[in-house]
């Protein structure tokens, strides 16, 4: 084994266990955070079906976003709804036999791709053209969307431009799940890609990135509005009570 | 016009989002609490002197007892649709006053000391130390939120700036910096029993007026009791609503609701507050002591139902943690929510055909109505999702005959909140009252030139007394501002009313 191979083996399963393991300690601590107060933003949903409902529309759609700006949910969405289909499509990297959908999903994910980087660098240019947008920027804000956008291009050079050997790169990956790296193609562009990947998977759960799970545990989007209805109390509020 | 000794934005025909202008409002601060006031509410005097240290294991502990704080703080992805919503932004220009300047106020001493990232590149991600400027930060913009939760409607996360302002002024407390104005007045309630400081024999004197004032205009005897056990309702209402115009007209309204409906009612002089300030400087143990005495009022009177008068900021917390701070309410009739809403009472009369109505009564006055923001968007009315829009709409409909909307991006829950709520309501913070009413007061500008709307309607204590000191800033007269019972009040028709009364009227108002 090379020790290219070697070296990405070894990036990828500290990579995945950053990933996971602070992924799975944030949205541990959101759920046991209480939530003492009832604090939805109403007009809210009156039962639990109704808040899936709203749920479903912000995770889907970004309906919030969408009567906030125009222009930051259309970027924002083209964005991550390529950014979905080109999870879809890279999946087959990582099982086998590939599943039918996954399959199907193919060619849009190539469009997904070039929506992904449209949509980023449109959320990139308000960053220096709209003025109340720069004022909250800081490095890491510019950073995170140099970061996708130069996995989104890499992505798509390899795509268009400098072909690499996806076979063994299949390999590889498939090696890894039994600690049994088979060697990975040394294409630079390839190797930039993967590394830059495996950065945005360390910085997760360390960043703003948060924002994904975070959204599950906002009160103020997931709770039902029926305080009349039904009595809430926090465990520490209840605490005051017995005082 | 007032005098001001500050410029008064000029107001334009659309909501104008201005261009950054950092640090404009720096220096409004409100004044600080001194040590009597401090300490009643179980708060250190003055600054302490180790006070970053107690801030920051203050900011951990409440990152720990509040989901939404340590959510917020996380998930904010600096997408900018909240930068052009708050009004203080809007009337000030300071980017501090943008919901997620005013956020990344706390957001980068949380990272500083809570986040691995912060504590390893501090420049990178915009962490900072909690310095004394970084403090005095805090108290200036932390006081220049009203908590009316209209970023909130934008963010694509929920984000809410005022669990922020709340949990910053929760944290200031606790190291002995407090304000002045909300930290007084709770010391108020707890000693006197409401806002005003306003002692029972007062009150009993007010609504003995109140009873002859309406005989005198109705020939009924429309009762104002207070401390009368055994009554079905309990009357929760802000104290403002005992002295203050346009306020006290909707008491009088709602009493003659009650004397309609043939219910008995009182008041509570030991709970006769309906505004609960403990939510405004985020102390969950002020606000339940607070709501405490609701519940003690409503044992002791032996009541069977409560009802809140007008006030919004009040209603979210009757609403939304009255259950959670003071209930359960198993003692009283199951049959009605607790607690219920004035307006919900006045709206079921409406709608079993209880209520006659004169509408020609407000025939002086073209209406429009604000939605005050607390209870647009941290309550309900009623038992769909939006009653809080539509219960008060159907009452200005069915006691006026001309009622327009102001601009829909301006209403409901998109309402912009009056500038004087969430613990503002004070003549040391005038500048930025005035400033932050600017969206609302355009708005309010357009209906009066398009629609020759005169009167605004409202639900609730502050934003009467806000609107009542703050439109004539613009131009506008004080008594724009009028309450939505007092508009039930003018055009009720009360069983045995002398109806030749309508000259007597005229002649009682001139005098």
Known sequence: MSFLTMVYAYLYYFAALVLVVGLVYKVVQYARTPAPLKIPTTPAPTTRTGVVFRMTREVVLFESLFRGNKWTWIFGWIFHFGLFLVTLRHLRYFIEPVWLPIKLVQPFGVYGGMAMVVGLVGLWSRRFFVDRVRYISSPSDHLILVLLIAIGCSGLLMRFVFHTDVVAVKSFFLGLYAFDPRPLPSDPILLLHLLLVAILMIVFPYSKLLHAPGLFFSPSRNQVDNPREQRHVAPWAKRLEQE | ?511
């Not at chain 2, 198993?330 to 409406?350: A, G, K, M, N, S």
């Not at chain 2, 004087?420 to 708005?443: F, H, I």
Request: glycine letters at 8%; one cysteine or more.
């Open chain 2, 1 to 511: 016009m007032a005098k001001a000794t500050f410029e008064v934005p000029e107001l334009s025909q659309y909501i104008e989002v201005p261009a950054v202008t950092p640090e404009t409002m720096a220096h409004s601060m409100p004044f600080v609490a001194k040590p009597e006031f401090q300490e009643p509410l179980g708060f250190p005097g003055e600054l302490m002197d180790d006070w970053q240290q107690k801030a920051i294991g203050k900011m951990g502990e409440l990152l720990g007892k509040y989901r939404s704080l340590r959510v917020y703080l996380d998930a904010c992805v600096k997408c900018g649709s909240c930068t052009d919503k708050c009004h203080y932004y809007l009337g000030t220009k300071d980017p501090k006053n943008m919901p997620v300047g005013r956020q990344d106020l706390m957001r980068k001493v949380y990272r500083r000391y809570f986040t691995l990232a912060g504590k390893l590149f501090p420049k990178l991600v915009g962490a900072e130390e909690f310095t004394k400027e970084v403090l005095d930060d805090w108290y200036s913009y932390y006081h220049q939120c009203s908590q009316c939760r209209r970023c909130s409607v934008f963010c694509p996360y929920g984000i809410d700036t005022a669990e922020i302002s709340m949990a910053a002024r929760e944290i200031m407390d606790s190291i002995g910096v407090g304000q002045k104005y909300c930290n007084e007045i709770i010391g108020k309630v707890y000693k006197i029993g409401n806002n005003l400081g306003l002692p029972g024999p007062a009150l009993a004197d007010t609504l003995e007026g109140l009873e002859e004032d309406v005989y005198d205009e109705t020939g009924v005897r429309v009762r104002y009791p207070i401390d009368e056990e055994g009554a079905e309702i309990l009357l929760i209402t802000p104290s403002a609503d005992f002295f203050a115009e346009p306020h006290v007209d909707g008491l009088i309204g709602y009493g003659k609701v009650f004397h309609e409906a043939g219910v008995s009612w009182t008041l509570s002089s030991y709970a006769s507050e309906a505004a609960n300030f403990g939510m405004f400087i985020g102390s969950y143990d002020n606000m339940r002591r607070v709501a405490q005495r609701i519940r003690e009022a409503a044992i002791q009177l032996k009541v069977k139902r409560i009802v809140f008068g007008e006030c919004g900021h009040a209603w979210r917390v009757a609403y939304s943690f009255l259950n959670t701070l003071a209930g359960p309410w198993d003692f009283l009739d199951p049959r009605y929510p607790v607690p219920q809403h004035i307006c919900e009472f006045t709206y079921d009369l409406i709608q079993r055909g209880k209520l006659t109505f004169d509408k020609s009564e407000n025939d002086d006055k073209v209406l429009t109505y604000h939605d005050s923001c607390n209870v647009a968007r941290a309550s309900r009315m009623g038992d769909t999702p939006g009653g809080q829009f539509e219960i008060p709409r159907a009452i200005i409909r069915a006691t006026c005959n001309h009622f327009y909307d102001m601009d829909e991006d301006t209403i409901r829950d998109r309402t912009f909140c009056c500038g004087g709520g969430g613990g503002l309501l004070t003549d040391d913070l005038m500048e930025l009252r005035v400033k932050g009413a600017k969206p609302r007061v355009e708005a309010l500008n357009n209906v009066m030139q398009e629609k020759a709307v005169t009167h605004m309607a409202a639900i609730c204590a502050i934003c009467k007394s806000q609107f009542t000191k703050v439109l004539p800033y613009y131009g506008m007269e004080m008594d724009q501002i009028v309450s939505l019972h007092q508009l039930v009040s003018n055009a009720i028709v009360l069983t045995g009313q002398d109806t030749e009364g309508d000259d007597e009227d005229e002649t009682d108002e001139a005098a």
